[in-house]
């Protein structure tokens, strides 16, 4: 909570400390900027014998200083315009950080209360961002507390974000009264959080039901992989997160609750419900796959094993392009199982964690090719044969 904001005041709107989040953007995005996630506390104070408050709006730029050049970004804000609503509601932000209505199932959740005014919204996309409070009814806007959210992007490495805070309001007052809006800015600046700080940062839910309306929903993954060693399993840990902020619903084990449950049943059945099959490549794997393992050794990937062998065997031309051999940067092609067929079907090397890393991986789940064909065009003349040409 920043204490830069507290008691600053035009007019009887009069700002209170402010949250600040450092947000983990998905990678490949917003590169060269740093992610915020502000919510910003206001209040209406008005006196109960003043006259009624038609509107008012309060302005938030986020400029830059002289010797800093760039100004801020604002992605994406809450309140956004619209009419009153009788109910809070709570959001999310998607994988391009927007605030989208969240689910039942949804984390990092953010709260837009109610209002009994109207909303407008102006400023997404620019550097700085304004809401107008408009009222429905004669009683005017009520005074009280509110609440804006905004994601914002600063310069990568920023610590201090310069803010300037004006406010307007129109008051329903007579024709003898001389009057008109008028705005008097104040600044101030807010401490940036370190976007690596531990154990603060922000992780927005980027779950496919949670996505854009009318949005293609991502495919559903479920990661099959032995646990040989610590550096492995963070490694597994690292490019499920990867697939997960683009786009992709990933199930796996470490990504499930500690409560106590049957594991070979969970994997029977999120197994037959995945669009997709990761199997990364190891060399615990590897065996567990071929049936090279004995005794009571890795039950989990043999289980896993068993049932992705089971359902290549019986429904192979469904399944082969269901399940995707990847091998990591730290692992060999030769640790892709051998029943999975590496050399005469294909298999995905993902040589860093990164956006280019996976794209042919993304591009198997998605039947995306990375060229075109173009339309098919007609032979030049210099290569056809005339009417005369090839005899009877």
Known sequence: MDTAPDGVAVGAVRLRRWQIDPIDAPAGMFDGFDTHLLKINYELELEPDLPAVS????????????????????????????????????????????????????????????????????????????????????????????????????????????????????????????????????????????????????????????????AVPGPSVFICYAHDTPRHKEYAMEFADLLVRNGVDVCMDQYESASRKGWDVWAFQNIKAADFIVVLASPICREAFDGEIDGREHPGIRSEARVVNELLHTRRDEWTPKVLPVVLPHELVDNIPRILQPWTTDHYEVDELSVEGIDELLRAMTGTPRHVRPPLGQLPPAVLKSAGDGGA
């Not at 809450?78 to 209505?101: C, E, I, K, M, W």
């Not at 919204?121 to 806007?141: E, K, Q, T």
């Not at 807010?190 to 603060?200: I, R, Y």
């Open 55 to 214: 509107w008012f709006d309060v302005t938030f730029s986020f400029t830059a200083e002289e010797k800093e050049g760039d100004q801020a970004i604002v992605v994406d804000t809450l309140a956004r315009s619209g009419t009153a609503t009788d109910v809070p509601r709570s959001y999310v932000l998607n994988q391009y950080l927007n605030f989208v209505p969240g689910g039942d199932n949804a984390s990092a959740r953010v709260l837009l209360p109610a209002s009994t005014d109207r909303v407008d919204a102006f400023g997404v996309g620019g550097s700085r961002v304004r809401w107008r409070h408009v009222a429905l009814g004669d009683s005017g806007v009520q005074s009280g507390s509110y609440a804006g959210w905004v994601v914002l992007l600063t310069r990568a490495g920023q610590l201090e974000q310069r803010v300037e805070f004006s406010a307007r309001y129109a008051l329903a007052v007579g024709p003898d009264l001389a009057y008109r809006p008028t705005q008097s800015p104040v600044d101030f600046r807010l401490t940036l959080v370190p976007p690596k700080a531990p154990a603060k940062v922000v992780m927005p839910s980027f779950s496919a039901d949670t996505g854009d309306p009318g």
